[in-house]
């Protein structure tokens, strides 16, 4: 793994604070406070890894990464090695461990291979081919791909966002230390804000259940009152439900081969659930039908639908194949049948739509360099600003004290209350400018006013 780390060209920038820039092939590491941290992400992913892999390696994980949340709740920090702060995100789709590793690259990159070994339980070189790794500004970017959407299995979807604030928030250590990797994740975070809010990448659906439950909608406005039939609860049946429940419908009866799949899912999500066998029963009870079962044969025929003593459902939608409703239904009165082949065309344009916005996306992505710069520019200047108030304030506190003591017996509440306004309002105003100046400087002038201030105001 030699070659992640060779500069074989020289076209883009690491930048080292304080605060020079260097040109290398890519920023594989950052100094914030005088100390190096490497940042790096391993991804386990739909696109790289088989899903039992990624179950087996999200199981393993999730135990190792509790008792590393743990340690640091009890004010240990076992496990991590050189690591600093971890982040583990996991979906259904992914696995994205990121990692900051303060030391030199090749022994940072064995730390972090040491640490999926053990975590993983898998070799090295069972692992490295069904895994994406990413470094520095690869990794930041990967990143913010991964919270716009745009490396979902289904483009711009939405979850993904929540999903990634909720690793930020619990990564360690804690989100609220305000290090290294808390202001990468922040920038991440609202980068994928931005590309949904400013583009068009999360709007329309573009999975067929959700495409069929929006034309089901559609057709019956009043979807508090809708009597629906879910058949099946696959992957396009589950998608179906939720669905269901997003856009309001509440009257839902889930039917399943495997009743304990349709009892676990109704009681997720609030709905009824019936063993297979009540097909029959259930048909003039409902308005609208789902299907999406792997049968072999039809198991709504026009027969059954003829034989029915009630109404039968106004609307099925059809998304197996083979088909579960026998084409004839349609030819019934009041019946209307939708297959995948009518919704095909839609759910085209709905991916043609999100696809069309991927460029605007990227461009939006590609303004978090320069913003995690300067946030990290802001670490490196935050403790220098925080050494100098508090030498300051110490300043303030022993002056008001000797003020106070030789003005004796005269001094009450009321003077000693202004004394203290008094002199806090001098201290605030006369660092607000140089303060504000120090932030606002170019990384290339901030190395040198910051070495002098230490050196004017003797700081630590």
């Known amino acids: 793994m030699a070659d992640l780390f060779a500069c074989d060209t020289c ?15 890519k920023l594989l590491f950052i100094m914030v406070n005088s100390q190096i941290h490497h940042f790096y992400c391993a991804t386990f992913s739909f696109k790289t890894t088989p899903l039992p892999v990624r179950e087996r390696l999200q199981n393993r994980l999730t135990a190792r990464w509790e008792g590393v949340q743990t340690d640091f709740e009890s004010g240990e920090k076992n496990g991590l090695g050189p690591i600093t702060e971890m982040a583990l995100l996991m979906t259904c789709g992914r696995i994205e461990l990121i990692v900051t590793i303060p030391q030199e690259k090749e022994a940072g990159f064995q730390a972090f291979r040491s640490l999926l070994e053990v975590w993983t339980g898998e070799r090295w070189e069972a692992i490295a081919p069904l895994m994406r790794w990413t470094q520095g500004w690869d990794a930041v970017h990967h990143l913010a791909e991964v919270a716009a959407g745009l490396d979902s299995q289904v483009l711009g979807e939405p979850q993904i966002l929540g999903q990634v604030s909720r690793a930020a928030d619990q990564m360690v250590p804690a989100k609220n230390t305000q290090g290294f990797m808390a202001a990468i994740l922040k920038r991440v975070i609202q980068i994928g804000k931005r590309v949904r809010s400013e583009t068009k990448i999360s709007h329309r659906s573009v999975s067929m259940s959700a495409i069929a439950v929006s034309t089901m909608a559609a057709s019956f406005p009043d979807r508090q009152k809708t009597r629906v039939l879910v058949i099946g609860l696959g992957e396009m049946g589950h998608l179906a439900v939720k669905a269901l429940r997003a856009q309001g419908f509440q009257q839902v009866i889930l039917l399943n081969r495997t009743l304990k799949v349709a009892e676990s899912l109704g009681e997720a999500f609030g709905f009824a659930a019936q063993p297979l066998d009540q097909l029959p029963l259930l048909l003039d009870k409902v308005d609208a039908v789902f299907c999406a079962t792997a049968a072999p044969e039809p198991l709504i025929t026009v027969e059954m639908l003829d034989q029915n003593v009630g109404n039968n459902p106004q609307l099925f939608i059809d998304l197996a194949v083979p ?12 019946v209307s049948l939708i297959d995948v082949d009518h919704l095909r065309t839609d759910l085209d344009q709905s991916l043609a739509s999100r696809q069309a916005e991927i460029p605007h996306a990227r461009a939006i992505i590609d303004e978090i360099q320069p913003l995690v710069e300067d946030d990290l520019r802001q670490l490196e200047i935050r403790p220098l600003i925080v050494n100098l108030r508090q030498q300051v304030e110490e300043i303030r506190q022993r002056e008001v004290a000797r003020t106070i003591r030789y003005l ?4 009450d509440d009321r003077v000693t209350e202004q004394l203290e306004h008094l002199s806090r309002a001098l201290v605030n105003k006369l660092f ?20 002098a201030m230490q050196e004017l105001f003797g700081l630590r």
């Open 11 to 25: 076209h883009n920038y690491i930048v080292l604070y304080n605060f020079a820039s260097f040109c290398t092939d």
């Open 432 to 451: 607000h400018q140089p303060t504000r100046q120090l932030r606002q400087l170019p990384p290339e002038k901030t190395a040198d006013y910051a070495a």
């Open 408 to 411: 004796g017996d005269d001094v």
């Open 323 to 334: 088909p579960d409703v026998e084409p004839g239904v349609a030819d019934l009165p009041g």
